[in-house]
């Protein structure tokens, strides 16, 4: 049972501070999108007819594609730090020692006159967001009320899409250079003040051994102070277990997969990040400006990127509103059979080309209609389950191994994409994008558990219903894991 949300002037204060952490937290989201729109934006003007304006800096096509991917080899190692530092700090204290340090990169990248300069800066941008954005997801998770977590775990979605919007947009106003200046500095300096009046949640200072005292001011911060902390506690440590102890390294960690509870909801993040990477939908939106130039169909590609990331955004809203009203499956099935079809048609496009050319629109339309049923359906969802199905007495450290294989699937994607354009054709590689949409509607039909309207303890009892009970939920104890008898 979730305790009861009070609904007075306490009840009330307290969904204010989860909404206004959510907004402080989101700031790592809207810098991810930047980051992620920031190679296809890169690329398309060292690339162009106008690259010339920046007279100071020349690369070559090698150099300019690393400077484009080089973020996701810095997330990856982000988020590895991410399972050593969030374990030891929490999330509030690594944003507050990383968002200077992103705001440092941007820099770096905007004033650098070399390649090393301008690539350092987006290594340091991608490792310090890399350690935060695990920790941030499930933040979140954490100190939502369960009515509305699927709302405030969908908003950093949208500030996902509005960060990747506003990319395209100052570049084509301001330029790569002006542009980095603006994305990186004001939203990380918001992140950092507000940072400083918010604790830590209970469940994390409970799972690391912290006095109750803290755990009970952190849960009536966010909560309201009529709130009942003293049941809500004994269900974290409930479900932590009596013998739970806060020791462990990262490969004892590991250890722990073994059993089916807390490989189940581990592995079922792992097939949604494959899912999510190998869709097309965020291939597509990293190099939006790339892909419409060769499509055709605007003048200026920035003006159908932007586009595509105010209906994106558009889209999310929308998501953000019925996620707790819909099953969190739905949305990946409805996401699995629109964004199949979407890919069919548009591989047809391609595989047509010479015969469709004055039917470009085609191509528009679809790429469309595969980044927003990306952005209503698995982008979303996989936040949202991020949040929700990791065991909790774990949670910190796959948080940050979960985000690594994202990180090193998308450096996959983002560097094989052009090689399977020329080997297969657009057109094969769209019609691998479908054949992925329908697996994820597969997947989705039969593996994705109901958690709509849930308590994340109770979430966490799912995936034990079919454990032996005689066995007892596995802890770690004296560093070393061990099952509770």
């Not at 690369?59 to 030891?88: C, D, E, K, R």
């Not at 509030?92 to 990169?105: H, N, T």
């Not at 190099?287 to 605007?298: C, E, I, L, S």
Request: aromatic fraction near 10%; hydrophobic fraction near 50%.
């Amino acid at each position: 049972m979730t305790p009861a949300i009070d609904e007075g002037h306490s009840g009330r204060r307290g969904m204010l501070m989860q909404v206004i952490t959510t907004i402080s937290l989101s700031m790592t989201h809207f810098n991810l999108g930047a980051s992620l729109a920031f190679g296809g934006v890169f690329t398309e003007q060292l690339i162009s007819e106008d690259a010339g304006k920046d007279a100071d800096l020349t690369l070559t096509p090698s150099q300019i594609s690393w400077i484009a991917s080089v973020f996701n080899i810095g997330t990856m190692a982000g988020f590895i730090t991410s399972s050593y530092v969030n374990p030891a700090l929490g999330t509030i204290r690594s944003l507050q020692f990383c968002s200077p340090l992103v705001a440092a990169g941007w820099m770096l990248t905007a004033f650098g006159g070399s390649f090393w300069v301008i690539l350092a800066g987006r290594v340091l941008v991608g490792g310090s967001l890399g350690v935060c954005l695990g920790p941030m997801v499930t933040h979140v998770g954490e100190i939502s009320s369960a009515n509305v977590r699927g709302y405030l775990t969908t908003s950093l979605i949208v500030s996902n899409c509005f960060g990747t919007t506003c990319t395209y947009l100052f570049a084509w106003l301001l330029g790569w250079r002006h542009l980095c200046l603006v994305i990186g500095i004001g939203p990380m300096a918001l992140q950092f003040l507000t940072s400083l009046m918010l604790p830590r949640s209970a469940r994390w200072l409970i799972a690391k051994g912290h006095p109750l005292e803290e755990a009970e001011r952190s849960l009536r911060f966010y909560h309201g102070h009529d709130y009942d902390v003293d049941k809500e506690i004994e269900e974290i440590k409930q479900s932590l277990g009596d013998n739970h102890k806060q020791d462990a390294t990262l490969l004892q960690v590991l250890c722990l997969l073994k059993h089916r509870h807390n490989l189940i909801p581990f592995s079922l993040i792992l097939a949604l990040n494959v899912c999510f990477v190998f869709s097309g939908g965020l291939t597509a939106t990293s190099f939006a400006p790339v892909v419409f130039k060769d499509v055709g169909g605007f003048m200026n590609p920035y003006l159908s990127s932007t586009l595509l990331g105010v209906v994106r955004t558009i889209t999310v809203v929308f998501c953000s509103i019925v996620i707790e009203r819909v099953e969190r499956k739905t949305l990946l099935m409805i996401n699995g059979v629109v964004g199949a079809a979407a890919c069919l048609v548009c591989g047809c496009y391609f595989y047509y080309s010479e015969q469709l050319a004055d039917y470009s629109w085609i191509a528009l339309v679809s790429i469309l209609v595969i980044v927003c049923s990306m952005s209503g359906g698995i982008s979303p969802v996989l936040t949202v389950l991020f949040s929700e199905v990791l065991p909790n007495a774990i949670r910190a450290e796959l948080g940050g191994v979960s985000l690594l294989f994202f990180g090193a699937a998308n450096f996959v994607m983002m560097y094989s994409f052009p090689l399977a354009v020329s080997s297969l054709g657009m057109y094969g590689v769209f019609w691998f994008f479908t054949a992925m949409h329908v697996f994820m509607f597969i997947f989705a039909t039969f593996c994705v558990p109901d958690t709509k309207g849930k308590s994340i303890e109770e979430i966490q009892c799912m995936f034990m219903k079919n454990i032996n009970t005689a066995s007892g939920p596995l802890h770690v104890e004296h560093g070393l894991p061990v099952l509770e008898t």
